[in-house]
């Protein structure tokens, strides 16, 4: 059984085309709504997986939608489909724990691709959003990481060597050695003369 689904779009051709694609995928749609009210009424009803939410709406758009959701604790997880590619709006959604956002040009190209990431817990963005706002996400294999490895890395990007590193962290060069070689494994990178000092430099700006 696929996850359960409200879709909310007040454009009449956008919320039949985007359920009608769905339900012909065989995804269980519980629910459909022209306006932000009714959409959150059938959100906070019947607590589906997901919802898919135009952002501009009558009564409440679909950023006001998920804030109430956020603020009373509702685990259904929203995605919001727009037209819009500001970075004001992009900030907001992420604040919101939003987990996804979708173009609505590109909406039946990658809607499933969204349904699937978001029902891992991992959030999809259009990467033609991404592209547009030029804006760089955080490696997620950073997250792999220990609080340790992650001080060396930012060493690393430093140009400091392992005997400043230890010098720094008080630990020795051979454990210096050890963490980068740990680093290296999580990071999955391709060993390769300063390939860590590459990739460390690569991304500098997420191990402040």
């Given at each position: 059984?696929?996850a ?9 051709l956008i ?17 459909s709504?022209?306006?932000g009210r ?9 607590q589906p997986?997901?919802?898919i939410?135009d ?5 409440l758009?679909?950023?006001e ?13 929203i ?7 500001d ?12 987990f996804?956002y979708?173009?609505?040009e ?16 991992t959030?999809?963005?259009s990467p ?9 996400e955080v ?11 992650k ?20 630990i020795?060069?051979r454990?210096?050695?050890k ?11 391709t ?13 500098q700006?997420?191990?402040?």
């Amino acid at each position: 059984m696929h996850a359960s689904i409200i879709i909310a779009d007040d454009h009449p051709l956008i919320l039949k085309g985007l359920n009608d694609f769905l339900k012909e995928k065989d995804y269980n749609i519980i629910g459909s709504a022209e306006n932000g009210r009714d959409a959150y009424n059938l959100i906070e009803t019947h607590q589906p997986e997901i919802a898919i939410l135009d952002i501009r709406m009558p009564h409440l758009t679909g950023l006001e939608i998920a804030k109430k959701c956020f603020d009373n604790n509702l685990p259904t997880k929203i995605v919001l489909i727009t037209f819009e590619k500001d970075e004001e709006t992009y900030y907001e959604a992420k604040a919101l724990n939003i987990f996804g956002y979708v173009l609505k040009e590109f909406a039946l190209v990658e809607i499933e691709q969204c349904i699937s990431s978001v029902l891992k817990n991992t959030p999809y963005f259009s990467p033609e959003l991404i592209s547009h706002l030029e804006i760089r996400e955080v490696p997620k294999e950073l997250e792999e990481l220990t609080p340790t490895e992650k001080e060396v890395l930012k060493h690393i990007a430093q140009n400091k060597t392992a005997k400043e590193i230890g010098e720094l962290m008080f630990i020795s060069n051979r454990t210096v050695e050890k963490h980068k070689s740990n680093i290296i494994k999580k990071l999955d990178i391709t060993p390769f003369q300063n390939s860590l000092l590459i990739w460390a430099k690569e991304n500098q700006e997420f191990l402040t």
